[in-house]
């Protein structure tokens, strides 16, 4: 059986993380070890700047928006039913929203919320993806905490590895300038 929080329950006081973080451990380890840093580079960028404003203008008629819990994930909507809605532009980093949303519904059950249901909107393409929290994404968010954590106590950043996303990113010139 894989590591959970399930078996070593001590292990997720310890372990938690900023939702962000576990969002760019899918996608670059090298962002989380400057955004640990205190380097937030996303403020310059045109694309964060779109994606907040998805998130203000996005289901304007749902009440509980932007809820941050204990300084570490902040739930852009709690739908319908409990649901928790994570709210991204579109599909192309889905496997780190995924992960992210994983990491909330068990931040969630960890605080005693139970068993809740988490939902990922992407609005460019007009469409949803039911996240539940099953022992695979529990395992995987596991590991992905377990990973911010050995990136965060490096002495230096990780190599930067340039993937095509890199000329998007908004740490773009701080690794390829």
């Not at 995987?140 to 002495?155: D, K, Y």
């Amino acid at each position: 059986m894989p590591p959970s929080f399930e078996t070593f329950p001590e292990d997720f006081e310890i372990l938690r993380a900023n939702g962000v973080k576990v969002n760019y451990w899918a996608i670059c380890h090298r962002k989380i070890w400057l955004y640990a840093r205190g380097l937030r580079m996303e403020p310059f960028s045109d694309r964060v700047a779109l994606g907040k404003l998805l998130h203000e203008t996005a289901f304007p008629d749902l009440s509980r928006r932007e809820v941050l819990i204990d300084n570490l994930i902040r739930i852009d909507v709690f739908g319908p039913e409990d649901r928790v809605l994570e709210v991204k532009y579109s599909r192309k980093f889905a496997t780190a929203a995924r992960l992210q949303v994983g990491y909330y519904l068990l931040y969630l059950r960890w605080l005693g919320a139970g068993e809740l249901v988490g939902e990922l909107r992407f609005l460019k393409e007009r469409r949803r993806e039911e996240v539940r929290l099953t022992p695979e994404l529990e395992a995987l968010v596991f590991q992905a905490l377990l990973g911010v954590r050995r990136i965060e106590q490096l002495p230096s950043p990780p190599q930067a590895q340039f993937e095509p996303f890199c000329r998007a990113c908004a740490y773009c010139e701080v690794c390829w300038a």
